[in-house]
């Protein structure tokens, strides 16, 4: 692990919140205007998600965001592709289960955090195994922000795939205000999140209640 890497990753545990972004989930703001709101809050954790934006753009969307978190001291995690993650300057990429192989992406990127998503204690154990730096279990409730066909985890999930995370880990689906003592006390730290910051009405008081809710358990 370098040095960047580990500095990285206690930024990363200490995070609380992590807010996953989504614009065509943000009420008809752009995510500019979300994550200025989520910053302002307090969120020290961003993953630019945009599924739908064609590349050029989204690459020029990651620099402006890049400037943004590095402004305010958070970190800055781009969805799915490395090649962006690398171009912008950010902190780490987070790979889906077909996405750009793990070990691959730390050869590369050896400073980078590389995050995984898993759904099982199966898919949990390969990516520590592969080299991951953290991983998200879930999808832990309904959610409406990907299309999902298999189960969802509940508290009992995540209670069994986080007894063999060796990595920090991170939980989402479908996950608002309310959940969050539950997740809490099933072992979460790090909570992520879309729409209960992007869809909320005060998107900066939103994160910002968010962060006392998790800090205060």
Known sequence: MTKLHAERLDRFR???????????LSEGRTTTAIVKAALAGGARLIQLREKDMALPDYVTLAHEIRVLTARAGALLIVNDRLDVALA????????GQDDFP???ARRLAPDLLIGASTHSIEEALRAQNEGASTINIGPIYPTGTKVWEGEYLGLAGLQS???VATVPFTVMGGIKQS?????????ARIIAL???????ADPEASTRELLKTIKSI
């Open 179 to 187: 959940h969050i003592p539950g997740l809490l006390k099933a072992g």
């Open 88 to 95: 912008v300057g950010a902190d780490g990429v987070h790979l």
């Open 102 to 104: 793990i070990p691959e």
């Open 161 to 163: 795939i986080a007894t």
């Open 14 to 24: 200490d995070a609380g919140l992590y807010l996953v972004t989504s614009q065509s």
């Open 194 to 200: 879309v729409t209960a910051v992007t869809a909320a």
